[in-house]
Nanobody, 120 residues
Framework: QVQLVESGGGLVQAGGSLRLSCAASGRDFSINYMSWYRQAPGNSRELVATITPGGTTNYASSVEGRFTISRDNAKNTIYLQMNSLQPEDTAAYYC??????????????WGQGTQVTVSS
């Protein structure tokens, strides 16, 4: 079992910045893809950004140029630096990790979510 714990959400004014963190913990695991998703009330969950172990990144078009995902493999932690935040970025943000336990058993884990609210 791999647990993910997010932190860093909060309330910010439009144009402001926030940095989210997601730390993975467990035993005998390795992580491949790590991602951030978000879900606004009444909407489905959407992919925000993904990062591979080698550092290759992918972003949703709505956040490209404003958000930056990064990864510390030694700490099994990813970050999401969010700049120029807009009210439409308001959502619960979730961390996702995919990998293997004991080298062969695939897993996918989700964090509990952290709320980001951007006021206009």
């Amino acid at each position: 079992q791999v647990q993910l714990v997010e932190s860093g959400g909060g309330l910010v004014q439009a144009g402001g910045s926030l940095r989210l963190s997601c730390a993975a913990s467990g035993r005998d695991f390795s992580i491949n893809y790590m991602s951030w998703y978000r879900q606004a009330p009444g909407n489905s969950r959407e992919l925000v950004a993904t990062i591979t172990p080698g550092g290759t990144t992918n972003y949703a078009s709505s956040v490209e140029g404003r958000f930056t995902i990064s990864r510390d493999n030694a700490k099994n932690t990813i970050y999401l630096q969010m700049n120029s935040l807009q009210p439409e970025d308001t959502a619960a943000y979730y961390c996702n990790a995919q990998g293997a336990v004991r080298g062969y058993r695939p897993f996918e884990s989700w964090g509990q979510g952290t709320q980001v609210t951007v006021s206009s």
